[in-house]
Every structure is written in structure tokens, then in C-alpha cells.
């Protein structure tokens, strides 16, 4: 008995397609970093992104041009966050007291990040690599202008000190069980990650990372 023939992928119709699309983007998009920030890039799977959704599979494709289409506008969309979240000018201790409040207004991108990390197999495996480089490069900079200004010691490596303050900011998201260990409490409060984001910030000023 030979195996039935599969159905052919259907377009969306026009129907659909007229149906405002900046509303369906957006469904799309939300469905999207709720199934990658729980399951990463490897694990989501377009059909569960739909369901979410509760738009036709083939949206997705017609819209984003499948799984890494999708992921790269969500990662324009974080970049457009990141803009009004940290504008230019915003001292080095107040940015990072914006982006641990992140694990409360936006933890899906936070989880997803994390994700990031846990999946990365080399620049070819994480379709955000380059972007993500870029954007945090201007954060070095940052930090090397103020080591040439005086304020840190030459022996200061700016890049490791970036990645040390990302890993800082995250650790509410990435460490809940050391958290819970030491402190007491839910790691994911509201109260906990204000007072989370006091402390980084007060320790970068104390490192010198806000001379004024």
C-alpha cells in the first residue's frame, strides 16, 4: 500500500492576507518569543508558533520567510526596545538597571538570550550573532573610553568587563536557584529585581564606571 501523498502547502488567501497586517506580525511575533524563549531556536517549531498565534500556518512563512526570518525580525524588534530602553547618553550604571528590569516587562527576551547562549554551536548556529555583536560592541566602547578618560585601570579588559555586567544583568533570569539559595526569595518578584537592578547599578558606580 503506498503511502498517501502529502497535501501541498497552501498560500494564504487573500482573505487572510488583507486581515491588518501589522495586528498579525504582531500575534505572530508575540507567539513567537513565547515559543522560543521556552523551547530555544532549535526546539520552536513553526506550527506551535501558529497555534499561539491562532493564525494559519502559512502566515508565517508569507510574512517572515519561515523559522530564521522570524527570529531576525524579532531581533529588529528587540533592537528597536533596546533604542527607546537605553537611549544615547543613558550613564553605563542606569542602563544597566533598565535591562535587568527587562526580566519583568519583556522576560521572553531575556529567557530567549539565555537560550542564545545554551544552543551556540558557532556564528553559523545563532542567527542574531552579527547584529547582537554589533549593538553590544558600542557598550566596549563605551567602557574603553572611559579607561582612556581615567577612570578604570589600563589593566581593565573592556570587552570581558561587558560581558561580565551582561552576565550580571541576567542573572535573575539565569540564576533563580542561586538566587532562591541566597537571598530567600522568588528570584522572579518584582521587588526582588528592583532591588536586584539597584545593587548592579550601585556596583558599576562603585568600579567607576559613572565618574560624574
Not at 494559519?56 to 512563512?61: A, D, H
Not at 547618553?89 to 530567549?112: C, F, H, I, K, M
Not at 544583568?169 to 532591588?195: I, K, Y
Request: with cysteine.
Amino acid at each position: 500500500m503506498s503511502a498517501p501523498k502529502p497535501k501541498p502547502r497552501r498560500s494564504p488567501s487573500p482573505q487572510e492576507r488583507q486581515r491588518d497586517p501589522a495586528r498579525t506580525r504582531k500575534l505572530i511575533l508575540d507567539a513567537a518569543a513565547a515559543e522560543f524563549a521556552a523551547n530555544g531556536y532549535a526546539g520552536a517549531r513553526i506550527g506551535a508558533i501558529a497555534a499561539r498565534a491562532g493564525v494559519n500556518q502559512q502566515l508565517i512563512s508569507y510574512y517572515f520567510d519561515g523559522k530564521e526570518g522570524l527570529y531576525r525580525a524579532m531581533s529588529e524588534r528587540w533592537q528597536q526596545r533596546e533604542a527607546e530602553l537605553v537611549p544615547s547618553g543613558t550613564p553605563l550604571p542606569e542602563q544597566l538597571r533598565r535591562y535587568v528590569l527587562e526580566a519583568l516587562s519583556n522576560p521572553d527576551e531575556v529567557r530567549l538570550l539565555a537560550w542564545s547562549g545554551l544552543e551556540y554551536d558557532g556564528p553559523d548556529s545563532d542567527p542574531d550573532h552579527a547584529p547582537r555583536s554589533a549593538r553590544m560592541q558600542h557598550s566596549v566602547d563605551e567602557i574603553a573610553a572611559l579607561q582612556e578618560n581615567g577612570a578604570l585601570p589600563a589593566e581593565v579588559d573592556p570587552a570581558c568587563l561587558t560581558i561580565m555586567l551582561m552576565a550580571a544583568a541576567m542573572a535573575t533570569t539565569t540564576l533563580p536557584h542561586v538566587v532562591e539559595g541566597l537571598c530567600g526569595v522568588d528570584p522572579r518578584s518584582p521587588e526582588f529585581v528592583h532591588h536586584y537592578a539597584d545593587q548592579l547599578a550601585l556596583v558599576s558606580r562603585l568600579i567607576g564606571l559613572d565618574p560624574a
